[in-house]
């Protein structure tokens, strides 16, 4: 079973609270990407989830699943049919009966 042990979850959680600590102190994001030596993307997504939780919006969430997203469609002429609902002839729109 994969994840982080409690350990690693512990350390990453106090970087994202010194970040939040650091967001209260109207610090910039690209700063705290430089001094804490991590991703953009994550801070962006740190100072979001600070504005609408607080430091309590940065704590670590155990044992909680990421939202697996859905598997990308393709297109209709690929042959690995996403469009079943539209299988079939189209309809005549001219005529009104559909």
Known sequence: MGGLTA???AAREEIRLEAGRRFARGDRS???VKDLRVRE???ERWRR???EGGME???SKAGVARTV???RRSHPSSGRG???AMAGPLPDLASGTF
């Open 82 to 84: 996403c469009c079943t």
């Open 41 to 43: 993307r994550s801070v």
């Open 30 to 32: 690209l700063d705290i």
């Open 7 to 9: 350990e690693r979850r």
């Open 69 to 71: 997203r859905s598997p």
């Open 57 to 59: 919006g940065l704590m």
């Open 49 to 51: 989830n600070w504005r």
